[in-house]
């Protein structure tokens, strides 16, 4: 069974980088099968795409936050993390990873339960 599970802190002060931690189990993040996603959802607004990592460590981020946005992957532990710098109480919201088969990107079938980041001073 895939299970992500993301982690990190609640709370993040401003002008701070918000780090954040997806840990994957029952599905290496290596195999050539699956992309792995960072998408939040901000209080009353639409969830939101904010980047993925492939198969290969190739990273891509939604090009309004790219300047800002980083994700990487530790293969040996089969994480994948996101940092996004700079961070404003406009970037509060829950954060979610999520996996999506390599050649349906947008098919994001399977999701951790997400956690809840408040960006405050």
């Known amino acids: 069974q895939v299970q992500l599970q993301e982690s990190g802190p609640g709370l993040v002060k401003p002008s701070q980088t918000l780090s954040l931690t997806c840990n994957v189990s029952?599905?290496?993040?290596?195999?050539?099968?699956?992309?792995w996603h960072w998408i939040r959802q901000s209080p009353g607004k639409e969830l939101e795409w904010i980047g993925v990592i492939t198969y290969t460590g190739t990273p891509y981020y939604t090009p309004s936050r790219e300047s800002r946005t980083s994700i990487s992957r530790d293969t040996s532990s089969n994480q994948f993390t996101l940092r996004l710098d700079s961070v404003t109480p406009e970037d509060t919201a829950m954060y979610f990873c999520?996996?999506?088969?390599?050649?349906?990107?947008?098919?994001?079938?399977?999701w951790g339960q997400g956690t809840q980041v408040t960006v405050s001073s």
């Open positions: 029952g599905n290496s993040i290596k195999t050539g099968l699956y992309y």
């Open positions: 999520a996996r999506s088969p390599y050649n349906a990107m947008w098919s994001l079938d399977i």
